[in-house]
């Protein structure tokens, strides 16, 4: 009874020998899966439970593209979904420029693009507009603190709030905004965020991976805490969604916003939000 937009593509990927078979993807469990079932179908994804000989996980799989959206438990992916990171943590150094600022910057294993400034942020740090002189800003799901570094250095007088589950992520924005200087960011879980603080800017590179149900309610706890006339700049890979998103972000928002594509590169979009005076 599974609405299953394509029978042979989910018997391909829920394969005894390879869940991956056939798909274009870069697989966290190449060949060792043991076994994997279907959990639920949608026109967009599927949901499978893939065991290895490390344990289970579930992940959702875009339908068509193969591309893995996210999974439960494990190492893969673990920035995503872990507070705590079960990988070693092994501490590199990066000098890196974020809009003309050279930095240099701590990274780690379990931490979101621990080997590079990721394409998507770069999208989003070479198109997003000049933030204001001041005002309060976020950086949502801020890894090591790439965008609220870029905040920051572009706003000193700011206050940049840099936002994650990941307590290793946390604790590198933290030391990376000391070492070079900013003293403007707060780096924490949401509770770092005073619950009557709202945000002149948000900028965010958005973990997709999570799925699209978890990522819906992420956006919808923040974006509704900008001001009046303030603006979110999300960064989104065009073929994980960003086109579909723009749409639903525009209905379940509302009338007190516009919401609107501001600018494409290297296939993402920077989605504008912007919450109407």
């Given at each position: 009874?599974l609405?299953?937009?394509?029978?042979?593509?989910?018997?391909?990927?829920?394969?005894?020998?390879?869940?991956?078979?056939?798909?274009?993807?870069?697989?966290?469990f190449?060949?060792?899966?043991?076994?994997?079932?279907?959990?639920?179908?949608?026109?967009?994804?599927?949901m499978?439970?893939?065991?290895?000989?490390?344990?289970?996980?579930?992940?959702?799989?875009?339908?068509?593209?193969?591309?893995v959206?996210?999974?439960?438990?494990?190492?893969?992916?673990?920035?995503?979904?872990?507070?705590?990171?079960?990988?070693?943590?092994?501490?590199?150094?990066?000098?890196?420029?974020?809009?003309?600022h050279?930095v240099?910057?701590?990274?780690?294993?379990?931490?979101?693009?621990?080997?590079?400034?990721?394409?998507?942020?770069?999208?989003?740090?070479?198109?997003?507009?000049?933030?204001?002189?001041?005002?309060?800003?976020?950086?949502?799901?801020?890894?090591?603190?790439?965008?609220?570094?870029?905040?920051?250095?572009?706003?000193?007088?700011?206050?940049?709030?840099?936002?994650?589950?990941n307590?290793?992520?946390?604790?590198?924005?933290?030391?990376n905004?000391?070492a070079?200087?900013?003293?403007?960011?707060?780096?924490g879980?949401?509770?770092?965020?005073?619950?009557?603080?709202?945000?002149?800017?948000?900028?965010?590179?958005?973990p997709?991976?999570?799925?699209?149900?978890?990522?819906?309610?992420?956006?919808?706890?923040?974006?509704?805490?900008?001001?009046?006339?303030?603006?979110?700049?999300?960064?989104?890979?065009?073929?994980?969604?960003?086109?579909?998103?723009?749409?639903?972000?525009?209905?379940?928002?509302?009338?007190g916003?516009e919401?609107?594509?501001?600018?494409?590169?290297?296939?993402?979009?920077?989605?504008?939000?912007?919450?109407?005076?």
């Amino acid at each position: 009874d599974l609405d299953c937009p394509s029978s042979t593509f989910c018997e391909s990927v829920v394969c005894e020998s390879s869940v991956y078979l056939g798909l274009p993807m870069r697989p966290p469990f190449s060949n060792m899966v043991k076994s994997a079932f279907l959990l639920n179908c949608k026109r967009s994804y599927i949901m499978v439970r893939i065991v290895n000989k490390t344990g289970t996980a579930n992940i959702s799989v875009f339908h068509g593209n193969g591309d893995v959206m996210g999974k439960s438990n494990g190492t893969a992916n673990e920035q995503y979904f872990s507070s705590a990171p079960q990988s070693a943590d092994v501490r590199k150094t990066l000098e890196v420029t974020l809009r003309d600022h050279p930095v240099t910057v701590e990274t780690s294993n379990g931490v979101f693009s621990a080997h590079r400034v990721d394409l998507g942020t770069s999208v989003l740090l070479r198109h997003a507009p000049m933030p204001p002189l001041e005002g309060t800003f976020l950086d949502l799901g801020c890894g090591w603190g790439a965008i609220a570094l870029a905040l920051a250095l572009e706003s000193p007088e700011a206050t940049v709030y840099a936002v994650d589950v990941n307590e290793r992520a946390i604790e590198l924005a933290r030391s990376n905004a000391e070492a070079n200087g900013c003293g403007n960011i707060h780096a924490g879980t949401a509770a770092v965020v005073p619950g009557d603080v709202r945000f002149d800017v948000i900028w965010s590179n958005p973990p997709i991976r999570i799925g699209k149900e978890a990522l819906h309610e992420l956006l919808m706890e923040w974006l509704p805490r900008l001001v009046s006339d303030g603006h979110a700049y999300l960064v989104v890979q065009r073929n994980l969604g960003s086109d579909s998103l723009i749409p639903w972000l525009a209905e379940h928002l509302g009338d007190g916003y516009e919401v609107g594509k501001y600018a494409s590169s290297k296939g993402y979009r920077v989605i504008d939000v912007h919450k109407l005076a």
